[in-house]
C-alpha cells in the first residue's frame, strides 16, 4: 500500500500542471505516466533495501560556476542530445497524425539514417548554443557521453572549448537511452565500437562500452534485447531496469575523484535519473516532489549540486533481522 500510495501521489503532482506543452500530446501523457513509475520504482528499491547508496540533488543551493562545488558535493551537468534525424521523424509521423513505427521488426522497411542517428543542422546549432554560457565558468573535469552517436556529437560540441583545453571524454554504456520490450526503435540502438571510434577520435570507448560488429547486431545490448545494468532480462529493458542503470551510473559518478562531470544522454535517460536515481532535496534537508516530469528539450544543459546522504532504514530489511 505505502508504495502504490507514493506513485499515485506522483502521478497527481506531475499532471496536476503541464509544463510539458511543447511535446507531442501523445508524449506528455506517456512521460507523465512514466516520471511516475520511475519514482515509484525508486521508492520500491529503498523500500526493500536494494540500494545501498542514496543521493539527493539539492535544489536550492547556490552554486556559483566560476568556484569549485561546495565541500560534500559534486557538481552534474547533464545536457541532452540536440535534435537528431529521428526527432524529425517522429514530428512528421505525429503531424500526419500516425504513431512513429522504426522498430526492430521492421528496421529493413525505414531509412538507415534513423539507425544510431546524426544530429541535423538545427540540433547541433543548439548543441553549439551552450558554448557560450560554458564560457563564464569554469571547465568540467570530465565529459561522459552515451555512446549514441547523436550524445557524443552533442557533448564535443557543446564542451568543444573545454576538450581542446585537455579535458578528457568517456562513453559510458550505461548513460544511453533507455528503451522498452523486445521490439525497440532502431534510433536508439547504437554503432558498433570500432565505427564508433573512428567517428569520434577524441573519445574513449574501450573501458566502458562493449565491442560489437556492424550493422544493428553491432549493439550488444539492444539487439540481444538486455540491459547495461546486469539485470536478468526476459523482454527487453523495463522500467525498473531503467532505474537500475541510472543508478548504477550515478553510483559511478559519484565515486570517480572529479568533482564536476559533464553527462551528455537522452531524454528518457535523463528523465529516469531525475526520477528513479535522485531524490530531490530543500535547502533544509526535506525532500521535495519534482513539480512535473523532468524532461529536457533537445540541446538544454542543467547543471545541479548532487550529495550522498544516509541510506533510510528499510521496513522489509528490518522485518527480515
Same mark, same amino acid.
Given at each position: 500500500?505505502?508504495?502504490?500510495?507514493?506513485?499515485?501521489?506522483?502521478?497527481?503532482?506531475?499532471?496536476?500542471?503541464?509544463?510539458?506543452?511543447?511535446?507531442?500530446?501523445?508524449?506528455?501523457?506517456?512521460?507523465? !505516466?512514466?516520471?511516475?513509475?520511475?519514482?515509484?520504482?525508486?521508492?520500491?528499491?529503498?523500500?526493500?533495501?536494494?540500494?545501498?547508496?542514496? %543521493?539527493?540533488?539539492?535544489?536550492?543551493?547556490?552554486?556559483?560556476?566560476?568556484?569549485?562545488?561546495?565541500?560534500?558535493?559534486?557538481?552534474?551537468?547533464?545536457?541532452? !542530445?540536440?535534435?537528431?534525424? !529521428?526527432?524529425?521523424?517522429? =514530428?512528421?509521423?505525429?503531424?500526419?497524425?500516425?504513431?512513429?513505427?522504426?522498430?526492430?521488426?521492421?528496421?529493413?522497411?525505414?531509412?538507415?539514417?534513423?539507425?544510431?542517428?546524426?544530429?541535423?543542422?538545427?540540433?547541433?546549432?543548439?548543441?553549439?548554443?551552450?558554448?557560450?554560457?560554458?564560457?563564464?565558468?569554469?571547465?568540467?573535469?570530465?565529459?561522459? +557521453?552515451?555512446?549514441?552517436?547523436?550524445?557524443?556529437?552533442?557533448?564535443?560540441?557543446?564542451?568543444?572549448?573545454?576538450?581542446?583545453?585537455?579535458?578528457?571524454?568517456?562513453?559510458?554504456?550505461?548513460?544511453? =537511452?533507455?528503451?522498452?520490450?523486445?521490439?525497440?526503435?532502431?534510433? $536508439?540502438?547504437?554503432?558498433?565500437?570500432? =565505427?564508433?571510434?573512428?567517428?569520434?577520435?577524441?573519445?574513449?570507448?574501450?573501458?566502458?562500452?562493449?565491442?560489437?560488429?556492424?550493422?544493428? =547486431?553491432? $549493439?550488444?545490448?539492444?539487439?540481444?534485447?538486455?540491459?547495461?545494468?546486469?539485470?536478468?532480462?526476459?523482454?527487453?529493458?523495463?522500467?525498473?531496469?531503467?532505474?537500475?542503470?541510472?543508478?548504477?551510473?550515478?553510483?559511478?559518478?559519484?565515486?570517480?575523484?572529479?568533482?564536476?562531470?559533464?553527462?551528455?544522454? !537522452?531524454?528518457? %535517460?535523463?528523465?529516469?535519473?531525475?526520477?528513479?536515481?535522485?531524490?530531490?532535496?530543500?535547502?533544509?534537508?526535506?525532500?521535495?516532489?519534482?513539480?512535473?516530469?523532468?524532461?529536457?528539450?533537445?540541446?538544454?544543459?542543467?547543471?545541479?549540486?548532487?550529495?550522498?546522504?544516509? +541510506?533510510?532504514?528499510?521496513?522489509?530489511?528490518?522485518?527480515?533481522?
Amino acid at each position: 500500500m505505502f508504495v502504490a500510495s507514493r506513485f499515485i501521489d506522483a502521478l497527481t503532482d506531475i499532471m496536476d500542471s503541464d509544463p510539458l506543452a511543447w511535446l507531442p500530446a501523445p508524449d506528455r501523457i506517456r512521460f507523465a !505516466h512514466q516520471a511516475a513509475m520511475y519514482e515509484g520504482c525508486k521508492t520500491a528499491a529503498e523500500l526493500y533495501g536494494f540500494r545501498n547508496r542514496r %543521493f539527493s540533488l539539492l535544489v536550492d543551493v547556490e552554486d556559483d560556476l566560476t568556484k569549485p562545488p561546495p565541500r560534500g558535493t559534486k557538481r552534474i551537468r547533464c545536457i541532452r !542530445h540536440g535534435e537528431g534525424a !529521428h526527432n524529425v521523424f517522429r =514530428e512528421v509521423e505525429f503531424a500526419a497524425g500516425r504513431k512513429p513505427h522504426a522498430k526492430r521488426g521492421n528496421w529493413k522497411e525505414v531509412a538507415d539514417e534513423l539507425f544510431d542517428p546524426h544530429l541535423t543542422e538545427k540540433g547541433e546549432q543548439e548543441a553549439a548554443a551552450n558554448q557560450e554560457l560554458l564560457e563564464k565558468g569554469q571547465d568540467p573535469e570530465l565529459l561522459v +557521453v552515451s555512446p549514441l552517436r547523436r550524445a557524443c556529437k552533442t557533448g564535443l560540441i557543446a564542451f568543444a572549448k573545454a576538450i581542446e583545453r585537455g579535458m578528457p571524454v568517456l562513453a559510458n554504456e550505461l548513460a544511453r =537511452e533507455c528503451y522498452l520490450g523486445i521490439d525497440p526503435s532502431i534510433y $536508439d540502438a547504437h554503432r558498433g565500437r570500432d =565505427e564508433l571510434e573512428a567517428e569520434f577520435t577524441t573519445v574513449e570507448f574501450r573501458s566502458n562500452v562493449p565491442p560489437g560488429g556492424r550493422g544493428l =547486431e553491432g $549493439d550488444f545490448h539492444w539487439w540481444g534485447r538486455t540491459s547495461p545494468c546486469g539485470m536478468p532480462l526476459e523482454a527487453g529493458e523495463t522500467v525498473a531496469s531503467h532505474g537500475e542503470k541510472a543508478y548504477q551510473l550515478l553510483c559511478w559518478l559519484m565515486d570517480r575523484s572529479e568533482q564536476d562531470i559533464a553527462v551528455a544522454s !537522452h531524454s528518457l %535517460f535523463l528523465m529516469c535519473l531525475f526520477h528513479a536515481a535522485l531524490d530531490h532535496e530543500d535547502s533544509r534537508g526535506e525532500k521535495r516532489s519534482p513539480a512535473s516530469a523532468q524532461i529536457f528539450r533537445t540541446g538544454e544543459l542543467r547543471t545541479f549540486l548532487v550529495a550522498e546522504r544516509e +541510506v533510510p532504514i528499510s521496513p522489509a530489511s528490518c522485518a527480515l533481522q
